[in-house]
């Protein structure tokens, strides 16, 4: 009797459709028309079933053909994404349209607008051939994903010119910042800083990795100049003090030295760049001919108690300097001080270098996925961990997208335990989950990777500077051999050429360096004694 009433309304249906002109095949309006003839109305309420217009050329692009189908495009009519994610499978599994263009597109669609956002862009952009999804499709992801949305910071995907035209030139220099350009031509690091707005982060970034190329190939002047003008933009996401200090460098190079040590000294002791503009500022005085002020701050460098934020080429500067001045019980203290400094730091990282899976390594990696590091955030972690490894920017961004990639894994989980009481087995969020996992777990891998690759090339610096320290210990000894037979010739010595070093009202001087005043740092007062030469040089007859 059932089948007979639903014959017969079909009947009806068929002869309904061509008396107001629309086409029998059209199942865009079957459904409208099928409410209107069961409830006796002529026209479809206005309140019921209203669907956007790229809706509607969606359903003419799909054309859906089967009560699972009409099903789905109901849940989207009604914007309830996630039950659509879940009728999805019964609707299209197997089907050709699923392996279409605009079914991949759709699909990804769906698992962005749950939440699932760095799997469902990297799902539109896995498709081969995107050219061929209907614009009905795209206008509901460009609808959805601004040029400003953070997952265009941490996915990794391959970008073409097409997809530029679809979310704009924000999101192309988004995913182009994901890379470092220091090393890159010059030409394409220009052509990309043209395609960013004026005054905009993205441009600020760029043109500092102008800067540092520039710098990098000994094109001072032209770095200089980018680096003026960088330094003047508000919107600028780029450390002060590093910028200084990377302006102070640019005058070292050049040879204007003590316009380089006025940058220098603009940097605050807050700074975690302050230690590092304290050496450069020592070997600016070292250039200058003036071994006695670099050794006023290579004083405050050989702090026992700076373990962890004074590497060793600092300990090689106060070496050299000592060596500088004839100071040859300094040399042999600063010698006798790296096993104490620098010992357990040196057998730390040859572990890194071996295996970086260790306790400080995953606590610093950790603490990356809840923000920005800095040394003393670490602690004394800090001296068994690779110099400045806590800002390294392939570090970060690994970081981040690891974080990002167990939040969506999590939410898979979720949606997978959601979907049990929909009525249909959903064990494909099962599935993704576990994917999504496996990638948070490669990028925390690739992390780790890093972290031993740093690990490798500070020990292999550290090496270099032990030889360094050991051509210093073998010209001692010549020194102090040579000064044994001049002092046989040499006439009475000077008793001092002059006081030296900080010059300001903070200069302080003590009786013992066991307590560590805060305003005594790179403000010591070093006496100089003529040691290394003489004013009259006896002749032997």
Known sequence: MMQLKLLALLQVLALALPATGLFLGSVAQAEDDLMSI??????????????????????????????????????????????????????????????????????????????????????????????????????????????????????????????????????????????????????????????????????????????????????????????????????????????????????????????????????????????????????????????????????????????????????????????????????LGTMKSLKPQFGEHLIAVEKLSQDPNQSDVQKLLKRIQSGPVSISDLGQSAHRLPWNISRDESLVLLMKRHKALMDEADLAEKLFARSLSFGQLQGQFDILKSQIRNQAQMSEASALLRVQEVAKHELEDSKQIMQRLRIVEVEMIQQVDAADKLLKKAGPAVARRGQTGAQSKYAMSFANDKELWFDELSNYRVDVKKGCSKDTIKESL
């Open 38 to 331: 069961l409830e006796g109305k002529t026209e479809t309420s206005s309140s019921q079933f209203v669907e956007g217009e790229e809706l509607q050329k969606l359903k003419l692009v799909v054309n859906p053909s089967s009560a699972e189908q009409n099903i789905f495009f109901q849940f989207m009519a009604e914007k309830n994404y996630e039950k659509a994610l879940f009728q999805w499978r019964s609707a299209y599994e197997g089907s050709s349209f699923e392996q279409s263009a605009n079914g991949k597109a759709l699909d990804g669609f769906l698992l962005f607008k749950n939440g699932l956002k760095i799997t469902g862009v990297g799902a539109l952009f896995s498709i081969s051939y995107p050219e061929q999804i209907d614009n009905s499709i795209m206008s509901l992801w460009k609808e959805s994903l601004s040029d400003k949305d953070p997952v265009w910071k941490t996915v990794q995907l391959k970008w073409t010119p097409y997809w530029t035209t679809i979310f704009g030139v924000g999101a192309e220099m988004t995913v182009a910042l994901q890379k470092n350009y220091v090393n890159e031509d010059i030409a394409t690091l220009t052509d990309l800083i043209k395609k960013t707005p004026v005054d905009s982060r993205d441009r600020a970034v760029l043109q500092w990795q102008l800067v540092l190329n520039l710098g990098i190939q000994g094109d001072a002047a032209k770095a200089a100049k980018v680096l003026a003008h960088l330094l003047k933009v508000k919107n600028n996401p780029i450390d002060q003090d590093l910028m200084t200090l990377t302006a102070g460098r640019l005058l070292y190079q050049n040879g204007f030295l003590d316009a380089a040590i006025k940058y220098y000294k603009e940097i605050s002791k807050k700074s975690d760049y302050w230690f590092v503009a304290q050496e450069e500022i020592a070997w600016a005085y070292m250039r200058k001919g003036e071994p006695q002020n670099a050794l006023a701050v290579t004083k405050t460098l050989t702090y026992p108690n700076f373990k962890g934020w004074v590497g060793m080429e600092s300990y090689l500067l106060s070496s050299f300097v000592d060596l500088k001045v004839c100071n040859y019980s300094g040399i």
